[in-house]
């Protein structure tokens, strides 16, 4: 089983519907982010979370919104989802309490706004 | 606002050492240097990561000069299996460790 796990893995909806996405880690990491990759443009950080009471906006994070219901999972909500929205979806975690910055990434979620 | 450069694009053929350099003017004194593989559909895998001198693991070596303003990311001998996106990033240990801003990448094409 996946460490990071993304659900669901595709999702094709209609322009004005809301949405979310959802990620839930077994790592026991206690910051969490959500991307959006378009194609030429790499990876953009939506959101973060440093733990359960802490939110933090990143690069693009108008239109969307996140919660963090508990240490292992972290939500993206789009409350209307739009077609420029459509992109590959990425969550992921690290750990803070190690020397060694690595993020490990879920599956990535393909989302479709038609 | 991105915090590093590097091209855009790399072609190599399989057996080459691949060398992809970043540029970061304006790293801070807790910044690391990270390096990370993406391929096709799928999320970023961290290759390596380093603060000053040179660190070599299995996969990848990262050359790093006395004023950090660069780096430089080594792949030894390329296989076709190696084609795709590198990204070069910082990442603050520390306060600023959420930050972690990926930027479009380097995409490399690795040919027979």
């Known amino acids: 089983d996946a460490d990071v796990t993304q659900t669901p893995r595709n999702r094709i909806t209609k322009t004005g519907k809301r949405i979310m996405l959802e990620c839930s880690q077994t790592?026991?990491?206690?910051?969490m982010y959500w991307y959006r990759q378009d194609p030429g443009l790499g990876l953009r950080l939506i959101y973060y979370?440093?733990?359960?009471?802490?939110?933090n906006k990143g690069e693009i994070s108008d239109g969307y919104s996140v919660s963090r219901q508990a240490q292992a999972k972290f939500s993206l909500s789009l409350e209307s989802a739009i077609p420029n929205q459509t992109a590959l979806y990425f969550c992921?975690?690290?750990?803070?309490?190690?020397?060694?910055?690595?993020?490990?990434f879920g599956q990535g979620t393909r989302l479709t706004v038609v | 606002l991105a915090k590093t450069t590097q091209p855009i694009s790399m072609d190599s053929y399989e057996g080459q050492e691949v060398n992809i350099t970043c540029s970061h003017n304006?790293?801070?004194?807790?910044?690391?240097i990270t390096w990370y593989q993406q391929f096709p559909s799928q999320g970023p895998r961290f290759i390596i990561q380093?603060?000053?001198t040179k660190v070599t693991n299995e996969v990848a070596s990262l050359f790093i000069p006395a004023d950090r303003k660069s780096s430089t990311l080594s792949l030894p001998r390329v296989s076709l299996s190696d084609t795709a996106v590198y990204y070069c990033?910082?990442?603050?240990?520390?306060?600023?460790?959420?930050?972690?801003?990926f930027g479009k990448g380097t995409k490399l094409s690795v040919k027979p």
């Open positions: 992921a975690t690290s750990d803070s309490q190690r020397s060694n910055t690595e993020a490990f």
């Open positions: 790592k026991g990491h206690d910051r």
């Open positions: 979370s440093f733990d359960v009471k802490d939110i």
């Open positions: 304006n790293i801070a004194t807790n910044d690391y």
């Open positions: 380093g603060y000053k």
């Open positions: 990033l910082l990442w603050g240990y520390g306060g600023s460790q959420g930050n972690l801003i």
